[in-house]
Nanobody, 125 residues
Framework: QVQLVESGGGLVQNGGSLRLSCAASGRTFSIYVMGWFRQAPGKEREFVAALTWSSGTTYHADSLKGRFTISKDNTNDTVYLQMNNLKPEDTAVYYC??????????????????WGQGTQVTVSS
């Protein structure tokens, strides 16, 4: 099993920045891809970004490129999501997820095996 714990969410003003963290523990050697998703009230869970755990190859949702950046630190089994120029429409619960196989570019939530509990990001206008 893999356990994922997110942190770093909060309230930020329009145009501000936040960095989310996701600490992985347990059978981390089984992780192939780690990703970030978000879900706003009344909407489906949406892919944000992902990376391969070993090589660090990244993949970002087209609509968020240039504002959101995923990165990792293998020394402490942590993945980050740097979010800049935040907008009110970025308000959502942000989830960290991991999967043990498949493609980096297969971004449907159901393809991920493990999920964190989520962290709330609220962007005020």
């Amino acid at each position: 099993q893999v356990q994922l714990v997110e942190s770093g969410g909060g309230l930020v003003q329009n145009g501000g920045s936040l960095r989310l963290s996701c600490a992985a523990s347990g059978r981390t050697f089984s992780i192939y891809v780690m990703g970030w998703f978000r879900q706003a009230p009344g909407k489906e869970r949406e892919f944000v970004a992902a990376l391969t755990w070993s090589s660090g190859t990244t993949y970002h949702a087209d609509s968020l490129k240039g504002r959101f950046t995923i990165s990792k630190d293998n020394t402490n089994d942590t993945v980050y999501l740097q979010m800049n120029n935040l907008k009110p429409e970025d308000t959502a619960v942000y989830y960290c997820a991991a999967k043990s196989g498949g493609s980096l570019y297969a971004n449907r939530p159901r393809l991920y095996n493990y999920w964190g509990q989520g962290t709330q990001v609220t962007v005020s206008s």
